[in-house]
């Protein structure tokens, strides 16, 4: 189980950096702080976002900001060796050997200018990643109060088992909303709700803003008579959504627009019908539920 206490929605930092938005570290000084006032406390990294620099960009504004680490939480991600000005690889591969895990967690550290994360996660699962040796590892950084909780990322129910066998597992990220609904039907949720694993949602409000489909318009159509119902927006809704699975699903929200920002948490707020609900899935298969 978790010892740490995230923020009912989380601050995904993937576009803060050179990837998309390109903040400067005033602007992501700014961001920590809104954020923080909206009872947003918890901020999602891994070391490969802006090909190694978000983490270094959001730690200056961080330590610019003077804002007390106990203010906030940080969750980090290791794992993919990219291709990149600031590695050697050849080929983008993953590695979860002890020292690469140990040494990909001190990088972040320093970066992130703190001592230690709130969550540490494996990005993705590697075919050739050993139980044992990432346990060593996570143990380790355990022991040294480097990291609280440890966890992973867009791993199946059988990876995971692997893992947990040698270490505890509190937390996996995985691709969850309204259009990818599969944790739900899977297993997914089902294994991690019996053996006490919080899921992370990433890419939460799915494509219902990117894609024009078939199911996208379905969504869209039923989404405004919703909204009307209940006077938020689309985006709150479909947050809410989420936040009514009884696995305890936490939201990462990757938004940087601040009056979005200043809304998200109004989804903890919002208690969903359950017919909605159901509309709301229904919807998205394109088919009454069996």
Known sequence: MSKTALSPIISGTMNWGVWDKNLTTKEMENLIQLCIENKITTFDHADIYGSY?????????????????????????????????????????????????????????????????????????????????????????????????????????????????????????????????????????????????????????????????????????LLSDLVQKYGFGSDTLLLSWILKHPSGVIPIAGTVNIARIQSLMKAVELEMDKEDWFAIWTESMGDDVA
């Open 53 to 221: 620099t978000t983490e270094a960009d959001f730690g200056k504004a961080f330590h610019n900001s003077k804002i007390s680490r106990e203010k906030l939480q940080l969750i980090t991600k290791c794992g993919i060796q990219m291709i990149a000005e600031s590695r050697q690889n050849k080929i983008k591969h993953y590695d979860y050997s002890k020292e690469y895990i140990i040494w990909s967690l001190e990088e972040s550290l320093k970066k992130l200018k703190t001592d230690y994360v709130d969550v540490f996660l494996l990005h993705r699962p590697s075919p050739l990643m050993q139980a044992d040796e990432i346990a060593e590892a996570v143990e380790k950084l355990k022991a040294e109060g480097k990291i609280i909780d440890f966890g992973l990322s867009n791993f199946t129910s059988s990876q995971t088992e692997l893992i947990r066998q040698k270490t505890e597992v509190s937390y996996n990220q995985v691709q969850f909303s309204a259009t990818n609904y599969e944790p739900m039907v899977d297993g997914s949720f089902d294994y991690m709700q019996t053996h006490g694993i919080r899921p992370l949602s990433w890419n939460p409000l799915g494509t219902v803003f990117r894609e024009d489909t078939k199911k996208t318009r379905r969504l869209k159509k």
